[in-house]
């Protein structure tokens, strides 16, 4: 390896210049290509207290499919729209995107819901679509998907109650580790399996709810085990001992078990909706087709229940669900199915619908929206307006789609701008969750003195950079020694010392 180049200081040199060589590269072949952009931010605080944008971009590189690109994490002096607005365009016109480059390829700009970024009179969004009138505004449907599962457990009360029992043993088991100790030597001795659980019903995307009620029922008869066997231990001080009576009782009644059945269910769906909402590949077209499934879903559970909820009806029926015992409880308020179901249906449909002439336009492209027997001119105005709003070529779109109505099986060559900038608009910011995790795992409590353009430089080689075995370092190499970064002196011969001699060492 030699001895050159070796010190902290050098390293962090060159992955910046690597980093800023990639970032370079990327942003020539976008503008050369003149690919529609598609850009996507997300604020968060990092681990050294410091407030920052992760942007990232969607575009066609060199041709291809539009794919997700990291394109910078910038350090934000304050959080107020206009900052952030400020922001991010410098960063984009650092990045080599020129103002008259962005009015005519920019085309969606997606965030989360806050305030500061969606507000009607003065979010970012209202500001750059002042600068820029064609840009497509577009609120992540994730967040969307969560605020509309928070309005129904608003709506219906009885859902409290089970997202409270539900908290009590999440933190009787993240806070102990014995009690995390008993539930496991509970579940060996039943033979059954123990999963992790989080919360519920929180911040978090609702996928993350799934699997902690996902837990719970895996792990029910470890759990009451647990909680019978707790509240007989006589080292246990009264107060604990009728707390694990009481989980029992819960854990015993007919209603929770009915209760866990239908938010299982109902929540094995959304999770589902929000994993195949998150995937690189989905467009808005999809999305609004995955939406609608998912409400015609939960909609039939109002008539027919789910597969745990009729396990728990069975088991309710039966007296006992494996070797736990089932009575009723008259203290405890059960969910209504119909109304938590027909809750989470018009929050949905509210939260998550696709309104506005844009989005009906891109309709026309869907073959499954075409009647059964479309005329040759059949979208024809949807897709000019589409080009008009997107710079595209009119003449050649709308042949395209009359090529495209005459034979629906194939993409007509004439239409595919259309639908690559179709394809360019993404429907979530799952992408900059992503990016922010992956910050957290740099940016640890024992590396938080890291820089924040260090960081950056970072992620851009690690989500952008190719795998070791592609990686071709001559390039980059000459463009660092092009530079005159080359080590004139080598390092002074390192001395070794040796060690203070030790008696302790004859007998070892």
């Known amino acids: 390896m030699g001895t050159n180049l070796h010190s902290r200081y050098s390293s962090t040199k060159i992955v910046e210049h690597i980093a800023k060589e990639m970032q370079k590269k990327i942003v020539q072949c976008i503008v050369m290509c003149s690919s529609k952009l598609s850009v996507l931010i997300d604020e968060a605080t990092s681990l050294s207290h410091k407030s920052a944008m992760i942007v990232n971009l969607k575009a066609s590189v060199d041709g291809g499919t539009p794919e997700f690109l990291f394109l910078e994490l910038v350090e934000l002096e304050s959080q107020r729209a206009a900052d952030i607005e400020e922001a991010l365009l410098n960063c984009l016109d650092t990045a080599g995107f020129t103002q008259e480059w962005l009015q005519k390829n920019w085309v969606s700009f997606v965030s989360d819901g806050a305030s500061v970024?969606?507000?009607?009179?003065?979010g970012v969004a209202t500001r750059l679509t002042t600068r820029f009138p064609n840009l497509f505004t577009w609120h992540c449907m994730n967040h969307r998907l969560e605020l509309a599962v928070s309005d129904a457990v608003d709506e219906v009360q009885a859902v409290n109650h089970f997202k409270v029992f539900l908290e009590k043993i999440h933190n009787l088991y993240s806070q102990s580790n014995k009690n995390s100790r008993e539930l496991l030597e509970?579940?060996?001795?039943?033979?059954?399996?123990?999963?992790k659980i989080g919360r519920v019903l929180n911040t978090r995307w609702v996928a993350s709810s799934f699997r902690s009620v996902k837990a719970v029922w895996t792990s029910y008869e470890a759990?009451?085990?647990?909680?019978e066997n707790a509240a007989g231990d006589t080292t246990r001080n009264s107060k604990e001992r009728q707390t694990y009576r009481g989980l029992a009782r819960r854990m015993q009644s007919k209603e929770f078990l009915?209760?866990?059945?239908?938010?299982?269910?109902?929540?094995?769906?959304?999770?589902?909706?929000?994993?195949?909402?998150?995937?690189?590949?989905?467009?808005?077209?999809?999305?609004?087709?995955?939406?609608?499934r998912t409400i015609r879903v939960l909609a039939s559970f109002k008539d027919s229940p789910g597969e745990k909820l009729e396990e728990a009806l069975a088991a309710q029926t039966l007296g006992h669900l494996g070797?736990?015992?089932?009575?009723?409880?008259?203290?405890?308020?059960?969910?209504?199915?119909?109304?938590?179901?027909?809750?989470?249906?018009?929050?949905?449909?509210?939260?998550?619908?696709?309104?506005?002439?844009?989005?009906?336009?891109?309709?026309?492209?869907d073959t499954g929206?075409?009647?059964?027997?479309p005329g040759i001119r059949h979208g024809e105005a949807q897709v000019k307006r589409l080009c008009r709003r997107f710079n595209l070529g009119e003449e050649q779109a709308v042949n395209g789609m009359r090529d495209f109505?005459?034979?629906?099986?194939?993409?007509?060559?004439?239409?595919?701008?259309?639908?690559?900038?179709?394809?360019?608009i993404p429907c979530s910011t799952a992408e900059c969750e992503r990016g922010f995790s992956l910050m957290n795992n740099i940016c640890t409590d024992k590396r938080s003195t890291l820089l924040l353009s260090n960081v950056s430089h970072l992620m851009m080689i690690c989500i952008n950079g190719p795998p070791v075995t592609l990686f071709e370092p001559r390039k980059y190499v000459k463009t660092w020694l092009r530079t005159h970064r080359?080590?004139?002196q080598t390092r002074r011969p390192c001395t070794p010392q040796m060690p203070e001699n030790k008696n302790v060492w004859k007998v070892l």
């Open 117 to 122: 970024m969606l507000g009607k009179n003065s």
């Open 186 to 195: 509970a579940a060996k001795e039943l033979g059954s399996q123990v999963l």
């Open 223 to 227: 759990l009451n085990r647990h909680f």
């Open 258 to 292: 009915c209760d866990l059945g239908l938010m299982y269910d109902a929540l094995s769906e959304l999770g589902n909706l929000s994993q195949q909402l998150q995937a690189h590949s989905v467009t808005l077209l999809r999305a609004e087709k995955l939406l609608k």
């Open 323 to 365: 070797s736990v015992p089932l009575e009723p409880n008259g203290k405890l308020t059960r969910i209504n199915p119909k109304q938590f179901l027909q809750s989470l249906i018009n929050n949905l449909e509210k939260r998550l619908s696709f309104e506005g002439e844009m989005l009906h336009d891109l309709s026309v492209l």
């Open 369 to 373: 929206n075409w009647p059964s027997s």
């Open 405 to 424: 109505l005459e034979h629906p099986d194939s993409e007509p060559e004439n239409l595919k701008p259309l639908m690559q900038c179709m394809q360019t």
């Open 486 to 488: 080359s080590a004139t």
